[in-house]
């Protein structure tokens, strides 16, 4: 079993910025396509962004194009969401996921391995 330790969630007034991390363990880290998700209350798991195991190959939807990044350093086992221009809408439960394939997918069950999630709250 892969483990995904989310962290860097918070409160954050509307505008500004976060950035979320997930340190993922194995070696095969490199092997797989990454994604965020995010679930507000009483809503369903929402994809936000993923990345494939070559940097140069990412994807996001359109509620958060232009204003959230998602990266890699496989070096350190590790995927990063950095988070700008936050809104209110923004507000939820934000997890990883590691998908045992190298390219991308969009919805939650094309990945296998989920971080415990970590708040984020963005207030107006």
């Known amino acids: 079993q892969v483990q995904l330790v989310e962290s860097g969630g918070g409160l954050v007034q509307a505008g500004g910025s976060l950035r979320l991390s997930c340190a993922a363990s194995?070696?095969?880290?490199?092997?797989?396509?990454m994604g965020w998700f995010r679930q507000a209350p009483g809503k369903e798991r929402e994809f936000v962004a993923a990345?494939?195991?070559?940097?140069?190959?990412?994807y996001y939807a359109d509620s958060v194009k232009g204003r959230f990044t998602i990266s890699r350093d496989n070096a350190k086992n590790t995927v990063y969401l950095q988070m700008n221009s936050l809104k209110p809408e923004d507000t939820a439960v934000y997890y990883c996921?590691?998908?045992?394939?190298?390219?991308?997918?969009?919805?939650?069950?094309?990945?296998?391995?989920w971080g415990q999630g970590t708040q984020v709250t963005v207030s107006s």
């Open positions: 990345i494939s195991r070559s940097v140069g190959s990412t």
């Open positions: 996921a590691a998908r045992e394939a190298g390219n991308l997918a969009t919805s939650p069950k094309g990945y296998t391995y």
């Open positions: 194995g070696r095969t880290f490199s092997s797989y396509a």
